[in-house]
């Protein structure tokens, strides 16, 4: 019973260069949504997706990108990557609207 | 937007203690979810609760929707309780699950 689960756990990344976070769930959920968590703040929404094809913007989007090919992934793209982006990233996922979000175990990642 | 604000910032509890944490919004909502991250970083939600009571063991969570506040109790607190207690809000008329965190609620339990 893996629920959602994130790739790489930690990264380290030098400025300007490119990766991409992947996140799988296999609950059949149609929502994934893409956070980042910064000390001392709680988590603010990146990108979210409500189905398969669907991809739409959070409070903080920029510097990132997302594609949402199959229902079972989310990905999340840094396409050149930078300093502020240094966080840890979770990535959620629910059934429908009005359901629990369930999260996974988050990507530790640092910008140099 | 909406402003999700939590209360107390810290709380220190010796272990068997209770507690309530306070979690007050701006707006209206129809979504509130209360989440649990413990000291290894994992995130598990607590409860789904746009408005009323709900218990699991021995938490329980009460959202007033009208006055726009919700309360986590913990009883009987212990040591594995400790870490840090979000509570996230989606604002009314949204339909996407989107949610905005409050800043948590530290809280350690001590043996």
């Known amino acids: 019973n893996a629920g959602v689960t994130q790739t790489p756990k930690f990264r380290v990344l030098k400025t300007g260069q490119s990766m991409t976070l992947l996140c799988a769930q296999d609950?059949?959920?149609?929502?994934m949504y893409w956070y980042r968590q910064d000390p001392g703040m709680g988590l603010r929404l990146i990108h979210y997706?409500?189905?398969?094809?669907?991809?739409a913007k959070g409070e903080v989007p920029d510097g990132y990108n997302v594609s949402r090919l199959k229902k079972q992934n989310f990905l999340l793209g840094l396409e050149s990557a930078a300093p502020s982006q240094t966080s840890v990233y979770f990535c959620?996922?629910?059934?429908?609207?009005?359901?629990?979000?369930?999260f996974g175990d988050g990507t530790r990642l640092s910008i140099l | 937007g909406i402003q999700v604000e939590q209360s107390p910032p810290d709380l220190i509890l010796q272990e068997g203690a209770n507690s309530t944490l306070r979690c007050n919004f701006s707006d209206s909502v129809n979504n509130l979810q209360w989440f649990h991250q413990n000291p290894w970083g994992q995130l598990i939600n607590l409860f789904y609760?746009?408005?009323g009571t709900k218990q699991n063991g021995r938490l329980s969570a009460t959202t007033v929707a009208t006055e726009r506040y919700s309360l986590l109790y913990i009883s009987s607190s212990q040591t594995t309780d400790s870490g840090v207690y979000f509570c996230a809000v989606e604002q009314y008329g949204g339909a996407t699950n989107k949610l905005i965190f409050g800043t948590g609620t530290l809280l350690a339990v001590q043996p």
């Open positions: 609760i746009p408005s």
């Open positions: 997706s409500v189905g398969e094809g669907t991809t």
């Open positions: 959620a996922s629910s059934d429908s609207s009005w359901q629990p979000q369930h």
């Open positions: 609950m059949n959920h149609e929502y």
